[in-house]
C-alpha cells in the first residue's frame, strides 16, 4: 500500500501562482509512474502530466505550457506548479502513483480560483 498526501491549493486570486505537493511512502524512483489528475466541477477527471520511471515529463497537449511538474527522488516528494492562475483552473488536483499496474491516489486538493 502506497500513501500519497497532497499539500498546497485553497482559495487563490487569479493571477496568482499554484504551487502544490505530493509525498509518497514509497521510493518514488522506483514507482512504474507518477503524475497529476485535476477534477474540476461537474467535470470528468482530467490527466495533467505523467512522469514515467527513466522518462522525462509528458504533459497531456492541452496541459503542455500551463502546468509544470516535477519530482524529487530524494525526498520522495512530486509537484504541480500553476503560473497566473484562472478561473477555469479551479478544482481538485490529484496526485497518483503506479506501480505494478496498481493505482494509489492522494485524496486530493481544493483549489479554488477567484477573480
Known amino acids: 500500500q502506497v500513501q500519497l498526501v497532497e499539500s498546497g491549493g485553497g482559495v487563490m486570486q487569479a493571477g496568482q501562482s499554484l504551487i502544490a505537493s505530493c509525498s509518497t511512502s514509497t521510493a518514488i524512483s522506483a514507482v512504474d509512474v507518477v503524475g497529476w489528475y485535476r477534477q474540476a466541477p461537474g467535470a470528468q477527471r482530467e490527466l495533467i502530466a505523467t512522469i514515467a520511471r527513466g522518462e522525462e515529463v509528458n504533459y497531456v497537449p492541452s496541459m503542455e505550457g500551463r502546468f509544470t511538474v516535477s519530482k524529487d527522488d530524494v525526498t520522495n516528494t512530486m509537484y504541480i506548479q500553476r503560473i497566473g492562475l484562472k478561473m477555469e483552473d479551479t478544482g481538485v488536483y490529484l496526485c497518483?502513483?503506479?506501480?505494478?499496474?496498481?493505482?494509489?491516489w492522494g485524496r486530493g486538493i481544493q483549489v479554488t480560483v477567484s477573480s
Open positions: 497518483f502513483v503506479i506501480v505494478n499496474g496498481a493505482y494509489f
